[in-house]
């Protein structure tokens, strides 16, 4: 508590290692327990009906909420899925 009443705290922002009250765990295990992803091998992983689904991280120059950033998306998205598909149909 007596980090909460320092002089100059109120000047900056607390970060997760400033966690005073220490809420920053328990708020992190309830967001760690609301999605199935789960880290693997360096990579967020899930398994979905006897599939298993990575999360690839891709960084687009536009805004991703433009139509030019859907654009150049799609074609990569629907050749990630047949590449995906032709994998999973030699198995």
Same mark, same amino acid.
């Given at each position: ?15 997760? =290692? ?14 760690? &327990?609301?999605? !199935? /992803?789960? @880290? *693997? ?11 298993? =689904?990575?999360?690839?991280a891709y960084e687009m120059r536009a805004g991703a909420?433009?139509?030019? &950033?859907?654009? !150049? /998306?799609? @074609? *990569? ?15």
């Amino acid at each position: 508590m007596q980090s909460l009443f320092r002089p100059g705290r109120a000047t900056r922002a607390l970060g997760p =290692l400033d966690d005073p009250l220490g809420s920053y765990s328990a708020w992190l295990a309830e967001r760690f &327990a609301a999605t !199935q /992803l789960r @880290p *693997r091998e360096g990579r967020l992983w899930q398994q979905v009906d006897g599939l298993n =689904l990575i999360v690839l991280a891709y960084e687009m120059r536009a805004g991703a909420l433009s139509v030019s &950033a859907l654009e !150049q /998306l799609q @074609p *990569r998205l629907d050749a990630a899925r047949a590449a995906a598909s032709r994998k999973r149909s030699k198995c």
